[in-house]
Structure formats: C-alpha cells, structure tokens
C-alpha cells in the first residue's frame, strides 16, 4: 500500500510496487497486488497501470483487493445498493466482484448461512464471481471447522467449481510464500477434493499457453481452466494427464 501511494503520489520513480515485487516480495506478489488495490481504493484512481504497465496477469489482484476493501470498510453501501463503483467497467466489474465476495468471509462473520443468504440477493450473473472470492477467503484465512467446510460446499451449488478454483489461489499463494497452513489444506481436500499442494499446482498447470487478452482478459481465461477442473473427476484426470498417468 505504501509503496504504491509514493508512486502515485510522487511519480518520478514510479517503479517502486513493481521493484518491491520482483525483489523482496517476489514469492508474496498475490498479496502485494491486493494490497495496491486497497492504496487505490483511497486514492480513486483508475487501476489501468496495474494492468498494462504492471503484470498483466496478476495486476488484476489489485481490483480484487479494491473489492475487497470496499465490501469490508463500506459493506452496508454495497450490500444496499448492490452497485459497482462508477469508475469500473467491463470486466473490471467482475474482478471488484470477486474481492467483494471474498469481504463477505469476514463481514457475515464465517456464517455460512448468511453468507449464502446475501449472495442470493443479487443479481444471478454475479452469484460465481462472489462465489469465487468466499473460496479463496476461507482456504486462505481459515478460521471455521470441517464440518462447516462441508456445509460451505454444498451451500455454494452450482458455483462449485467457482468456490473451489478461489480456494486453489489461495493454496497456491500459500505455497508460493512458503506458509501453508492446516486450514487451508482442510479447504482443498473438501471443497478441491485434493491436498493444497495439488490444487496450487492446478493453478500452475492451467498458466501453460494462455490466450491472449480478446474478448477476454488472459486473467479470466486462467479463472475458467481452473474452475473447468473442479466439475467431478475433471481435476483428477487432469491432474493425472500432466504426470502422465493417462
């Protein structure tokens, strides 16, 4: 956060975030992009840098932390209104989404039931994206039993596949920062069906000749092969194919 507010706020060497991340916090680059996302929230400035200038790829984390700032510092606006901010378009709106989504982990308070209860109440073609973020929140903070995982699998329905490639990222960004954890293993073998080891490598394997960004951002196609494996058995064959098992 800091380091992108003094490239904002002081934009001769605008290059601190980026230098940050590809030195000291090269294995904590999913957490550094959400935390630019909270400096930008503060700042209402429009996130193209992130995405363009910065890393393609994971620049996008920035509006997922924005979403996520939003949801947790301003949740009753959001929740009232169910609206984006008006200086997000596109599928800028759907990366907010999915920060906001991971918010609702913290704000209903682990609740499984409310949690479901409030994204019911919005529109439908939201449900995955919000879906998408309450997986990454719970592998990644934890703080509830298996009992309650369970429940948070069958809550989440048809957006399964979404719940569970949210709880892949937030394996793979444990593993990446060398800091997995007992929760978050619990999380991927229910809700991924598979220990947080193979689910962060799910992550990886799905990297392998990505399309380019149109129509859809190279971010979103990477999201739709992760939660592609997550329908049945689909993750265990593919899991298999690239070991050469099958």
């Keep these: ?3 992108t507010l003094l490239d904002v706020l002081l934009p001769r060497r605008p290059r601190r975030l980026s230098q940050f991340i590809q030195g000291p916090a090269a294995n904590h680059v999913y957490m550094s992009y959400v935390g630019a996302g909270w400096a930008y929230a503060r700042l209402y400035r429009r996130f193209k840098p992130l995405i363009t200038h910065g890393d393609p790829l994971l620049g996008w984390l920035a509006l997922d932390g924005y979403g996520f700032h939003e949801g947790y510092f301003h949740a009753q606006r959001y929740l009232s209104a169910q609206r984006w901010p008006r200086r997000l378009t596109g599928y800028e709106r759907r990366v907010f989404d999915q920060g906001f989504g991971r918010s609702l982990w913290f704000v209903k308070a682990m609740d499984v039931a409310a949690i479901a209860q409030t994204i019911a109440t919005f529109a439908p073609d939201r449900h995955a994206d919000l879906w998408s973020g309450v997986g990454l929140a719970c592998a990644y903070a934890g703080g509830v039993d298996q009992l309650t995982l369970t429940t948070l699998r ?15 990222f937030a394996a793979k960004t444990r593993e990446r920062a060398g800091n997995l954890t007992p929760h978050t ?4 073998r229910i809700l991924c069906r598979m220990s947080a080891q193979d ?7 799905a990297l392998k000749d990505l399309p380019a960004d149109q129509p859809l951002p190279a971010y979103e196609h990477w999201r739709q092969r ?4 997550f329908g049945g058995a689909g993750a265990d064959n593919y899991l298999q194919v690239q070991r050469g098992h099958l």
Excluded: K, N
């Design 1 to 3: 956060m800091a380091l």
């Design 154 to 168: 069958d809550a989440a329905g048809a957006c399964l596949p979404q719940l569970a490639q949210g709880v892949a």
């Design 199 to 205: 689910a962060a490598a799910i992550t990886d394997q």
């Design 185 to 188: 293993e619990d999380a991927t």
């Design 226 to 229: 992760i939660q592609s494996r």
